[in-house]
């Protein structure tokens, strides 16, 4: 159980609550706010100017890129920036100002080599597919894939959405989550009723 006993190739990282967060040693991240009990796997790369703010409980395989960088002037001679290279004098910035960050919320799982490009907002629940590039908002519990991504499906009816949305399980205590293991057994794509009947206070 990583929370007593983490796995030696990972960083724990103290989470203002007193939870905890893991990234593994071998990553690239920067300008991160990671959320309770989420999890970075190793050759990650998840940095830039602007922030990336990541939820609870969210499961991020090997890989994975998003880089909050600006992009370089495209409608120029060169998209080289040459007054930071050899000092000539521009009139232009050399990058295209986007002053957007990534949002990722809770209990979202980014497959292997998935690369999420700035700006854009992942919902709760969602499922990124290995090598998907995502450039638009995903929404809460759907499932993208592809280059670039598109919604695939979603994981559940709207009904079980919209009711994980308003249970909020993610800020769940540790022991109320641990009292209602056969709540998270629940095979939700053959359920259709009331989830709040299954939860234990």
């Not at 990282?13 to 593994?24: L, M, R, S």
């Not at 050399?94 to 919320?105: F, H, N």
């Not at 919902?123 to 998907?132: D, E, I, L, P």
Request: net charge neutral; proline share 6%.
């Amino acid at each position: 159980m990583w929370l007593t006993n983490p796995p030696p190739d990972y960083n724990v990282i103290e989470i203002p609550n007193g939870d905890k967060a893991y990234i593994h040693k071998n990553t690239n991240v920067g300008n991160l706010t990671i959320g309770r009990f989420s999890y970075i796997h190793n050759h990650v790369v998840m940095t830039g100017h602007f922030p990336i703010r990541m939820g609870a409980f969210c499961s991020v395989a090997a890989n994975v890129y998003c880089l909050t960088y600006e992009s370089h002037q495209i409608k120029y001679v060169t998209t080289s920036p040459l007054q930071r290279i050899l000092g000539v004098e521009t009139n232009y910035p050399e990058c295209v100002e986007k002053p957007e960050g990534v949002t990722i919320g809770n209990d979202v799982y980014l497959g292997d080599g998935a690369r999420i490009m700035p700006g854009v907002t992942i919902g709760n629940g969602c499922v990124v597919g290995t090598r998907a590039v995502v450039t638009k908002d995903c929404e809460p519990y759907g499932v993208y894939v592809g280059v670039p991504a598109k919604l695939k499906k979603f994981r559940f009816s709207p009904n079980i959405i919209a009711q994980l949305q308003a249970l909020e399980w993610w800020n769940w205590p540790v022991e109320k989550i641990r009292r209602n293991a056969a709540f998270f057994n629940l095979d939700l794509q053959q359920f259709e009723g009331n989830l709040s009947v299954h939860i234990v206070d």
